[in-house]
Nanobody, 121 residues
Framework: QVQLVESGGGLVQPGGSLRLSCAAS????????MGWYRQAPGKQRELVAT???????NYADSVKGRFTISRDNAKNTVYLQMNSLKPEDTAVYYC???????????????WGPGTQVTVSS
């Protein structure tokens, strides 16, 4: 079995920082692209940032200059450093990863269960 587990969410004041982590575990051969998405109440899930296995990154315009995505390939872990947080960043943040599973030798996109980030004074 393969699973993604996020951690690091919580309540923070506007202007504050949080760091999210997401670790992929299980019978994994390789992890390709990894990313973070978020979904606010009443809104569709949206892309926050992605990172390729080689380290190329992509960000939503709304988080450029404030959020930084990074990864540790040896640990199959992706991080999201979030600075200068705003109330509009409040959402459930989901981790996503394209994983080559050992059991079937096929690629599949996995999602974590999500972690709540609340930005409020």
């Amino acid at each position: 079995q393969v699973q993604l587990v996020e951690s690091g969410g919580g309540l923070v004041q506007p202007g504050g920082s949080l760091r999210l982590s997401c670790a992929a575990s299980g019978s994994i051969v390789r992890v390709n692209a990894m990313g973070w998405y978020r979904q606010a109440p009443g809104k569709q899930r949206e892309l926050v940032a992605t990172i390729s296995s080689g380290g190329s990154t992509n960000y939503a315009d709304s988080v450029k200059g404030r959020f930084t995505i990074s990864r540790d390939n040896a640990k199959n872990t992706v991080y999201l450093q979030m600075n200068s947080l705003k109330p509009e960043d409040t959402a459930v943040y989901y981790c996503n990863a394209d994983i080559l599973r050992r059991a079937t030798m096929t690629w599949l996109a996995y999602w974590g269960p999500g972690t709540q980030v609340t930005v409020s004074s």
